[in-house]
């Protein structure tokens, strides 16, 4: 299942000293633990269990699963019968019992260098309880589904928190998105109040984001869903004059001036602040609501398998899926995979460069970092704001030892060469990490060589939303790492590479990565629909779980993810379904069909290739692209080839007519996007 022996040519080692503290120090120690969490995940899992809190115990398996349609109903249950809390987890026990009430909680460091504030694991709590009693006083009820759509603040955190402590279901939309995105979240999944704040800087760039919201609450409301309240957040509009755009808020519910903040060290520039229309039907000021409302709030117990979060990812129909995750597994996972992946110590800092709106963020920003009590960066900024070397400047600034972003992060900055890394001393870094997508070897090397100073092992750690955390990953003082691969199954993972038969393949192979049994934080459905959660992920090879991506396995047992392998692009890590960028292009009036591929990008990975055909027939004409439907489907691999120029096609017999992938190539004149 995995090597007995760690490989020995062209690899890298995590360094002598991490190895001294490391909670996996070796490989036969990784290997012990792994044998222990597939041969007997109840006691594995049940040893995690022992330093959470749980107001009732499990009955039953520790872990309860059916992964095989033609045997029924797939289902996945972790902890069945145990109740617990997981806000309690993260927050009351490290507070209480761990005495942890004075260590910060955040860094939060805004996007303009000096804007910055500091909140403890005791601040958190209390502002999470006063906003959860706020939403209670809103009538939210545990079960229900609240829409989050925020900058990267501290409030975010709170909120999403706040809803867990009452047993809410949060749905964070990304706030990059727009409104259509955001309605077509909130109407999916049904949410009876929505959170946002009024705007925020990316750069230089402003995001009226309370107009974005507005926008899509219309939308909802034109849908036949009207969403009863809006709380705003004021980030950038502080003072109680003239913040609201020409209409004032309700009498009411005054904003209030936030002296407080001020004096906690929150900056304040005279930069252009959003307007901010208000209704006061809807719009309720996050700040007036949070006057004299108590900061103590007794946690909702829950069950282990109740509804945490519902967060959207591409579907390859072009229509999202509202991916579910459960209380207790999700708990564990992320908590045990970000202790054992960024080798956690007390005294670390740790920062991911993620945005809380997705996956990363949600199990390592929030959930892993503060069920470890670790002290963590918030970032609001970009990483070439206000120019290349804002990243090492914010890990000096903190001595950030532990840090994970994205290939696409590392391939930007790398353009710009050493310099801008140089001039800072980096020198608290122990442990780097990437996530996204595949990391090439250029852009491991640099990051190991210039940024770690090859110090620190690489933990490339392969993973979904779908998955909740790790899967294929590194362990930095235990596994030896090869430049590109994520190595090896986290605990409890047991992966597989399928040919297009459904065979499982021995030794060196590549072909469709899957997984044979679940781990804890695995999704449990996709909301509102079981039958495409199964038909997604358990329909194309009966028994496993399909992740849609290809994988190589080399002669040493090592796993590397080539790719999606479904109508699926990676864009600088995030993913795009091609159905919907096409459905978005054929919307506009001049188009009459449209056809998305992926093309290798230096920076981002994947870029969009997008051939269009116009209705006047300029470019192509549209019996063209009708002979080519005719097959049923687009070629995609071949408009992938033509999109990168290439004339090995290999087998293109099954078209109709063939001399159209000439006139292609002919007319390879579209802008790659
Ligand atoms: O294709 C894989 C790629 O990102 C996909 C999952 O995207 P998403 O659900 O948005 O979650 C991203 C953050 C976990 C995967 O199916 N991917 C993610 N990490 C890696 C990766 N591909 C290669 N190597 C990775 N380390």
Redesign the pocket.
């Known amino acids: 299942m995995i090597p007995d022996k760690p490989p020995q040519d062209n690899v890298f080692h995590g360094s002598e000293e991490l190895k001294k503290e490391a909670h996996v120090p070796s490989f036969d120690k990784y290997r012990e633990l792994y044998m222990k969490s597939v041969d007997n995940p109840d006691e594995f899992w049940g040893d995690v269990a022992k330093d959470f809190f749980w107001k009732t115990k499990h009955t039953g398996q520790f872990l309860d699963y059916n992964f095989d349609v033609t045997k029924g109903e797939i289902y996945i249950k972790c902890m069945e019968g145990a109740s617990t809390n997981i806000c309690y987890n993260l927050l009351d026990r490290n507070v209480h019992e761990k005495k942890l009430a004075d260590k910060v909680a955040f860094f939060w460091e805004g996007n303009e260098p000096g804007d910055e504030l500091t909140v403890t694991y005791r601040e958190l709590l209390q502002r999470v309880c006063q906003f959860a009693n706020v939403l209670k006083a809103q009538g939210v009820k545990k079960g229900d589904r609240v829409s989050i759509y925020m900058p990267m603040v501290v409030e975010l955190v709170v909120a999403m928190l706040a809803c867990v402590r009452i047993g809410a279901v949060h749905s964070i939309v990304f706030a990059g998105f727009s409104a259509e995105s955001l309605c077509e979240r909130i109407v999916d999944s049904q949410c009876c109040l929505l959170i946002t704040a009024d705007g925020f800087y990316r750069g230089d760039k402003l995001i009226n984001l309370k107009l974005l919201a507005d926008e899509a609450l219309q939308k909802c409301r034109d849908k036949g869903f009207p969403v009863g309240r809006c709380i705003m957040l004021k980030h950038l509009s502080k003072e109680p004059e003239g913040i609201l755009g020409s209409q004032s808020p309700p009498a009411k519910r005054p904003c209030p001036d936030l002296q407080q903040e001020k004096q906690a060290g929150r900056v304040k520039k005279t930069r252009p602040v959003p307007k901010v229309p208000w209704n006061p039907e809807v719009d309720l000021c996050w700040d007036a609501l949070l006057r004299g409302v108590s900061d103590e709030c007794e946690p909702e117990w829950c069950d282990s398998e109740d509804p945490l979060f519902i967060l959207y ?2 579907g390859s129909t072009g229509k999202p899926k509202g991916v579910l995750h459960t209380v207790s597994g999700y708990m564990l996972y992320t908590a045990t995979t970000f202790k054992v992946v960024f080798d956690h110590q007390p005294d670390d800092v740790y920062w991911c460069t ?1 945005d809380i709106g ?3 963020g949600h199990s390592y920003i929030t959930y892993g970092p503060l069920a470890n009590g670790a002290t963590s960066v918030l970032f609001e900024g970009l990483p070439t704001h206000p120019d290349v070397s804002r990243m090492w400047e914010i890990v000096d600034k903190y001595n950030v030892t532990k840090f994970y972003t994205a290939p696409t992060a590392i391939r930007l900055l790398m353009k710009f060469g050493n310099e801008p890394v140089q001039r800072y001393k980096r020198s608290s870094l122990k442990v780097l990490g ?6 090439n070897p250029e852009a491991w090397q640099w990051y190991y060589n210039v940024v770690g100073e090859k110090r620190c092992p690489i933990v ?8 909740g955390g790790h899967v ?2 590194p362990l930095p003082a235990a596994t030896p790492m090869k430049p590109g691969s ?1 190595t090896l199954p986290f605990f409890g993972v047991v992966p597989a590479i399928l040919n297009e038969s459904g065979e499982e393949l021995e030794g060196p192979s590549e072909g469709y990565l899957v997984f044979k049994q679940p781990w804890p934080g695995v999704m449990r459905t996709i909301y509102g629909s079981h039958e495409r959660f199964e038909s997604t992920y358990f329909k194309k090879f009966p028994g496993y779980y399909v ?3 290809g994988c190589r396995r080399d002669k040493d047992g090592y796993f590397w ?1 080539t ?2 392998i479904d109508d ?1 692009l ?1 864009v600088s ?3 795009l379904s091609t159905a919907e960028v096409e459905s978005a292009l054929v919307e506009h009036e001049a188009v009459a069909e449209a056809a998305v591929v992926g093309r290798p990008h230096p920076v981002k990975g994947e870029s969009l290739y997008c051939f269009v055909t116009l209705n006047d027939g300029v470019m192509y004409n549209s019996e063209l692209e009708v002979e080519l439907k005719k097959q049923g489907k687009i070629m995609r691999r071949l408009l992938r080839k033509i999109a990168c120029d290439e004339r090995e096609l290999g087998d293109i017999s099954t078209l109709a007519d063939s001399t159209v992938v000439e006139q292609l190539f002919q007319n390879r004149c579209c802008t790659a996007v």
């Open positions: 990812t591409s993620a997705w996956i990363t990437t996530v996204g997508e595949p990391i490339d750690t392969f993973w979904q939303t779908e998955t294929l990953t994520a992740t849609g991506d993810v790719g999606r699926m990676n890590g995030h993913l």
